[in-house]
Each structure stands twice: as C-alpha cells, then as structure tokens.
C-alpha cells in the first residue's frame, strides 16, 4: 500500500510543478497535496513542524504569486495606475487560460499607465515589468513544486 501513496505523491507533485506554468492549476497547494499524501504511510516521514513550514511556504507562495507582477509593474517605473490594471488584467484575463495570463497583466498596465496619462514608451515598459513579474512568480513556484518532489523522493 505504501508504493501506491508513493506513487500518488509523485504524480500529484508532478501535476503541480506543470501548475506552476499553466494558470488553470494551483501548483503550489497540488505538490503540497503530494506531500500530504506521504503522511499516510508507515512510519510517518515529515514531521508535524515540516507540514506546517510548508503549508506557510505554500501560502506565501499563493499570495506572492498575485503580488509579484504588480511589484514588477512599479520596480518598471509604473504608477499606481499600472498596477491596478495589473492586476486587474490578471483577474479579468485568468479566465482566458495560459495566454490569458501573461496578456493580461502585461496590457492591463499598459491601459492603466495610459490612462494615468504617460507616454506610450513608459506605458510599455511597466507592462514589461508586469511580464517579467510574471516570469519571477513562475519561477518561485517551480522552485517550491521541485522541493516538493526532492523531499517526496527522498522520503521513499
């Protein structure tokens, strides 16, 4: 019964580390599942302390994920402006799938840049900052997916 969870783990770790890239998946919370799942054999492998480290990891993961863009629209020169539509482009557009993800930050702080009236060239570079925000979040939760799969693996 142990390989089953095992393999359970795996899978689910797995599942979050494409989630990390595809927006139609929480990658973070799926992986941490994966973990979880390990709990169910005999004898325990992670402490109760180690859940709850990654439980807050994978918490301050989810929530830098919605930040991160909006920081890297301001670092880029952008108003507040840009980064209301920032994120407001990530919310309208997450429904548009992966495209819609990386769109949506990017021209809602071009719009929101544009409405606050600054030139199309500044407009453009907070919306690469929206980008490369994007980029930084995706990054950090692969990083925390593949941690996952080390401390998974390690664990067999």
Do not use: H
């Not at 795996?10 to 799942?37: D, M, Q, T």
């Not at 930050?105 to 570079?125: T, Y």
């Amino acid at each position: 019964m142990d390989w089953l969870w095992i393999t359970l783990g795996i899978i689910l770790v797995l599942i979050g580390i494409a989630g990390s890239i595809l927006p139609i998946l929480p990658g973070p919370p799926i992986a941490y599942a994966g973990v979880l799942l390990q709990q169910l054999r005999e004898p325990n492998p992670f402490s109760s302390k180690f859940l709850w480290v990654w439980a807050g990891i994978v918490v301050v993961t989810l929530v830098l994920d919605y930040i991160i863009p909006a920081w890297g629209t301001r670092k880029f020169g952008g108003t507040r402006y840009g980064v209301w539509g920032c994120m407001l482009g990530f919310f309208l557009a997450f429904w548009m799938g992966p495209w819609g993800i990386i769109i949506g930050p990017f021209l809602g702080a071009f719009a929101g840049e544009m409405i606050a009236g600054q030139d199309s060239k500044k407009s453009f570079r907070a919306a690469v900052g929206s980008f490369v925000g994007f980029l930084l979040g995706s990054l950090l939760k692969m990083t925390i997916c593949f941690m996952l799969l080390y401390f998974v693996i390690k664990s067999i």
